[in-house]
């Protein structure tokens, strides 16, 4: 058999909800993204969706659409990409060709309100085969500052790769881990690049920027020095290269929903020396842009304008 016939013939991975729920809705409503089954045509607008990129700021996921789109060479970089989302001021969602770029704002709850109808909007899209990256800024443990961190497995504050969710009265488990395969692809990306340092860890996310994170700067603070370099150095001992708020929802949801997911941020500073940025604005500024330089990398490589999609 020709190899090309072998991709072609290959399942399409779509898309999953488990709700049957939805199936009663006569307009599913994707409040937060001021969308809707009913009011707008899904298939038409997302169908061909490949790559769904996220990120906590609606500016940075502008900027990111800029730059792919300047990388992909589909449409001119200086163009006024419009907010698809504009009737709504929680997210920003802009597209170029088969990337989607959306905001998830900051922390577990805002992320998996994205998600949800995130997931329901690819889902009504009847796309298939998509890879979805979150790109982001993290503060490192024992990495230089502007090393970019590929996550291997969420993990939570004690150190265990899970999220929990009280749902109806009952605490829910579910795995944080996330694509290997994926995560591996983008090491081998940022190696092609040779611009910046790149390692696969785990990453642990909490609910809180300041004590959650072992802080000694926030409003409240009831620990040593020490006690917050004990803790930390026992997170690197469990693999922990980074410290973030958003991962864990997202591995947890991106695989029931059977999305192809990778986490990709760059730290911004290493706790182990310090709680706040000390770096210029320019500095930060070259570091913010690592995470989108490999995942454009990686996105460009995996185009093939030949490639039949199924």
Known sequence: MDPKDSKR??????VDVHNPHLDTLKDDILYHFSLGTKTHDL???FGDVKFVCCGGSPWRMKAFTEYIAAELAMEDPKSEYPNICA?????AMYKVGP??????????PSIAIMLHELIKLLHHAGCTNVTIIRIGTSGGIGLEPGSVVVTKQSVDATFLPKFEQVILGKTV?????LDETLAEELLECSNEL???HTVVGNTMCTLDFYEGQARLDGAFCSYTEKDKQDYLNKAREAGVYNIEMESSAFAAMCKLSGLRAAVVCVTLLD????DQLSSSHDVLHNYQQRP????GYYIKKQLNPKAKCC
């Open 43 to 45: 298939p038409a607008m």
């Open 9 to 14: 013939s290959a399942p399409c991975s779509r």
């Open 87 to 91: 009737g709504t001021d929680r997210y």
């Open 194 to 196: 040779s611009q910046f």
């Open 292 to 295: 989108q330089i490999l995942v």
């Open 173 to 177: 488990v579910r795995n944080t881990d």
């Open 271 to 274: 706790r182990l020396k310090g």
């Open 99 to 108: 990337v989607l770029s959306v905001s998830h704002g900051m922390g577990i």
